[in-house]
């Protein structure tokens, strides 16, 4: 059984920072990558930013420059650390993970920027 857990959400200025963990955690043989996603209510789920193992990134046009994502290490941990923090970005963030050739997901942790 793989489990993620999520850390790290709460209530920020706008144009403050927070960073979020995941740990994923279980029998784990091999992770592919590991992303945040986020879901804003009305709104679809929506890839945040991605890490694949090989250390390669990727981000959403709206957090470019303003989020970084790190992490996937031998602790089998990501990070999403968010600067210039905007009122758009209030969501639920979820972790992903392709663990052992299978998607994963995390509880969800909620960040809510105030402007």
């Known amino acids: 059984q793989v489990q993620l857990v999520e850390s790290g959400g709460g209530l920020a200025q706008a144009g403050g920072s927070l960073r979020l963990s995941c740990v994923a955690s279980?029998?784990?043989?091999?992770?592919?990558?590991m992303a945040w996603y986020r879901q804003a209510p009305g709104k679809q789920r929506e890839l945040v930013a991605l890490?694949?193992?090989?250390?390669?990134?990727d981000y959403a046009d709206s957090v470019k420059g303003r989020f970084t994502i790190s992490g996937l290490n031998a602790k089998n941990t990501v990070y999403l650390q968010m600067n210039s923090l905007k009122p758009e970005d209030t969501a639920v963030y979820y972790c992903?993970?392709?663990?052992?050739?299978?998607?994963?997901w995390g509880q969800g942790t909620q960040v809510t920027v105030s402007s």
């Open positions: 992903n993970g392709n663990i052992n050739d299978l998607e994963h």
């Open positions: 279980g029998r784990i043989f091999s992770i592919k990558n």
């Open positions: 890490v694949l193992r090989g250390g390669s990134t």
